[in-house]
């Protein structure tokens, strides 16, 4: 038990206790955490009517600016089972009942956090689980996972944390590690099938065979309110997550509000979705964007729903998820100008996989000098694009002065742009990290029987330029808004970047009458 003790004055004990409880149709099967529990076993002579209480140590909260007490709690068995109530004392004589239940629950853990922030002056607060059996030898009743935290230095207290996703409960049967709020005036209830009241509530699950729902009737009307929480989620591993669920609100125009909160820090709740009255006498998905958690590791929700002024007013929920959907593509175009000959003309580009994303050509059926504008959408990441020549002559400027370029329409940068090459012109270049993409050459021929490589890049000071043109060869460095910013002749095969500002330039080499164009990193 701990530091935790037997009342002498009640009649009594609880029992530590692995596995199931002695009695059929009754108690939990096992722990919720752990491998041993507490419970109060109800056989003869235990019942009717007979008390056993078990108290806590004492606890200094003064320190503490937001306290909460979760625990979990099993009471599964006959509808006249009895009452189990956690109370709390700050001289060991008075108690006040914090949280109270009576009757069957159903044959499963659930999970209660309590507010405690009205002991925050409190330098000596007790508790203690108070039960009474009912009349029936089926009303075993247990605790289990006790946990005291301060919920503002913890933020959310994350006794569970999704890391895995698609992330799916449907509440079958179980709440799972959502868990019931301390401080609202009510709980969510797990049910399969219709509510008890009439025109009001679902008539089944909308994915398996049991939901979860609010039950208006008296005495949760009117304006009483009951949350349901997550766990903790850690959204950092996925792009732009969702959360799904399925709701039902149906019943009288003023059966009340229903809400989808968020919280970083376990303190302060931000409302992502509400609905109010009746939405009508069927299920409906909803899904809502969860970008602005993108980044954070440990995100609760919980629904927040508030009766109105009937008990025609029972809201459900289903088939709840979390997801990270597809990463939205980034808008690019691949503007080509064909020289005379457009039927030797084809480009692709692949991805850092090596598989190829988009491809095109030959372009046969183009006019000599026309104009083709392709639209392509790419996910964030590196790509390589490869424009090919069959003849071996480019696309500029032996036979007609064609040339292409590829750019990021929301941002206008060029990403790739060139005409005069041999047989093929391959640039790399990233998306999704601007400035800082790392762009590379590989091998490509300037004329008939050369080569061609540049190194490092990114570049801090000199560049080197592999060749074996016989040829003099000139270069001129861009600027990404087309603006020279030197040129000159290639001498000792090198360029000397450390002038430049850290960014990404474009570099021109000159063969003759051939160009080959490569975008240059400066670190």
């Given at each position: 038990l701990g530091a935790w003790t037997q009342n002498t004055g009640d009649d009594f004990d609880w029992t530590v206790q692995t596995g199931s409880t002695a009695s059929s149709n009754t108690g939990p099967s096992s722990a919720n955490e752990g491998i041993y529990y507490v419970y109060m076993e109800s056989s003869s002579p235990n019942y009717s009517t007979k008390n056993a209480i078990l108290t806590s140590p004492c606890f200094d909260l003064t320190s503490i600016s937001n306290p909460k007490l979760n625990f979990d709690y099993h009471m599964y068995g006959t509808t006249a089972m009895g009452e189990l109530n956690l109370e709390a004392s700050t001289d060991g004589v008075s108690w006040t009942t914090l949280w109270s239940k009576a009757g069957d629950q159903g044959n499963a853990w659930i999970s209660e956090s309590i507010d405690l922030s009205a002991y925050t002056t409190s330098s000596a607060l007790k508790f203690r689980f108070n039960g009474t059996t009912g009349t029936t030898w089926q009303g075993d009743m247990a605790v289990d996972a006790i946990n005291l935290f301060d919920d503002a230095v913890a933020g959310p207290n994350c006794t569970a944390t999704i890391t895995s996703f698609p992330y799916n409960e449907s509440y079958e049967n179980t709440l799972g590690d959502w868990t019931q709020d301390g401080d609202d005036d009510f709980d969510w209830t797990l049910k399969s099938g219709t509510t008890a009241s009439s025109n009001t509530g679902p008539s089944g699950a909308n994915d398996g065979t049991y939901y979860v729902y609010m039950e208006s009737s008296a005495p949760n009307y009117s304006t009483k309110n009951a949350k349901l929480t997550s766990p903790c989620f850690d959204l950092t591993g996925i792009s732009n997550p969702t959360i799904n669920f399925d709701y039902h609100m149906y019943g009288a125009a003023a059966m009340g509000e229903l809400n989808l909160e968020a919280s970083a820090d376990g303190v302060s709740w931000t409302t992502l979705w509400s609905k109010t009255g009746n939405q009508g006498n069927a299920w409906v998905s909803e899904s809502i964007d969860l970008s602005a958690y993108a980044s954070n590791s440990a995100v609760k929700f919980r629904f927040n729903g508030t009766t109105g002024t009937t008990w025609q007013g029972d809201m459900a929920i289903d088939a709840l998820s979390i997801e990270g959907a597809a990463p939205a593509c980034t808008d690019l175009n691949l503007s080509i100008l064909f020289d005379n000959y457009p039927e030797e003309t084809s480009w692709e580009i692949t991805n850092s996989s090596s598989v190829v994303v988009a491809n095109g050509g030959s372009y046969g059926s183009q006019t000599s000098g026309s104009t083709l504008n392709i639209p392509i959408c790419l996910n964030d990441g590196c790509y390589t694009l490869t424009f090919s020549d069959t003849y071996g002559d480019g696309i500029c400027c032996a036979y007609g002065n064609g040339?292409?370029?590829?750019?990021?329409?929301s941002s206008g940068v060029v990403l790739s742009q060139g005409g005069s090459f041999a047989s093929i012109d391959v640039t790399t270049f990233c998306i999704g990290s601007g400035t800082n993409s790392q762009f590379t050459s590989q091998s490509d021929a300037i004329s008939e029987g050369s080569s061609f490589?540049?190194?490092?890049?990114?570049?801090?000071?000199?560049?080197?330029?592999?060749?074996?043109?016989?040829?003099?060869?000139?270069?001129?460095?861009?600027?990404?808004?087309?603006?020279?910013?030197?040129?000159?002749?290639?001498?000792?095969?090198?360029?000397?970047?450390?002038?430049?500002?850290t960014g990404v330039y474009i570099m021109k080499i000159k063969d003759g009458n051939k160009t080959i164009t490569r975008r240059v990193i400066k670190k």
């Amino acid at each position: 038990l701990g530091a935790w003790t037997q009342n002498t004055g009640d009649d009594f004990d609880w029992t530590v206790q692995t596995g199931s409880t002695a009695s059929s149709n009754t108690g939990p099967s096992s722990a919720n955490e752990g491998i041993y529990y507490v419970y109060m076993e109800s056989s003869s002579p235990n019942y009717s009517t007979k008390n056993a209480i078990l108290t806590s140590p004492c606890f200094d909260l003064t320190s503490i600016s937001n306290p909460k007490l979760n625990f979990d709690y099993h009471m599964y068995g006959t509808t006249a089972m009895g009452e189990l109530n956690l109370e709390a004392s700050t001289d060991g004589v008075s108690w006040t009942t914090l949280w109270s239940k009576a009757g069957d629950q159903g044959n499963a853990w659930i999970s209660e956090s309590i507010d405690l922030s009205a002991y925050t002056t409190s330098s000596a607060l007790k508790f203690r689980f108070n039960g009474t059996t009912g009349t029936t030898w089926q009303g075993d009743m247990a605790v289990d996972a006790i946990n005291l935290f301060d919920d503002a230095v913890a933020g959310p207290n994350c006794t569970a944390t999704i890391t895995s996703f698609p992330y799916n409960e449907s509440y079958e049967n179980t709440l799972g590690d959502w868990t019931q709020d301390g401080d609202d005036d009510f709980d969510w209830t797990l049910k399969s099938g219709t509510t008890a009241s009439s025109n009001t509530g679902p008539s089944g699950a909308n994915d398996g065979t049991y939901y979860v729902y609010m039950e208006s009737s008296a005495p949760n009307y009117s304006t009483k309110n009951a949350k349901l929480t997550s766990p903790c989620f850690d959204l950092t591993g996925i792009s732009n997550p969702t959360i799904n669920f399925d709701y039902h609100m149906y019943g009288a125009a003023a059966m009340g509000e229903l809400n989808l909160e968020a919280s970083a820090d376990g303190v302060s709740w931000t409302t992502l979705w509400s609905k109010t009255g009746n939405q009508g006498n069927a299920w409906v998905s909803e899904s809502i964007d969860l970008s602005a958690y993108a980044s954070n590791s440990a995100v609760k929700f919980r629904f927040n729903g508030t009766t109105g002024t009937t008990w025609q007013g029972d809201m459900a929920i289903d088939a709840l998820s979390i997801e990270g959907a597809a990463p939205a593509c980034t808008d690019l175009n691949l503007s080509i100008l064909f020289d005379n000959y457009p039927e030797e003309t084809s480009w692709e580009i692949t991805n850092s996989s090596s598989v190829v994303v988009a491809n095109g050509g030959s372009y046969g059926s183009q006019t000599s000098g026309s104009t083709l504008n392709i639209p392509i959408c790419l996910n964030d990441g590196c790509y390589t694009l490869t424009f090919s020549d069959t003849y071996g002559d480019g696309i500029c400027c032996a036979y007609g002065n064609g040339n292409y370029s590829l750019t990021n329409n929301s941002s206008g940068v060029v990403l790739s742009q060139g005409g005069s090459f041999a047989s093929i012109d391959v640039t790399t270049f990233c998306i999704g990290s601007g400035t800082n993409s790392q762009f590379t050459s590989q091998s490509d021929a300037i004329s008939e029987g050369s080569s061609f490589a540049m190194y490092p890049n990114p570049v801090e000071d000199d560049l080197f330029i592999e060749h074996n043109s016989d040829r003099e060869l000139s270069y001129q460095v861009f600027d990404l808004k087309g603006k020279i910013l030197f040129e000159g002749r290639l001498e000792n095969s090198t360029i000397n970047f450390s002038p430049l500002s850290t960014g990404v330039y474009i570099m021109k080499i000159k063969d003759g009458n051939k160009t080959i164009t490569r975008r240059v990193i400066k670190k």
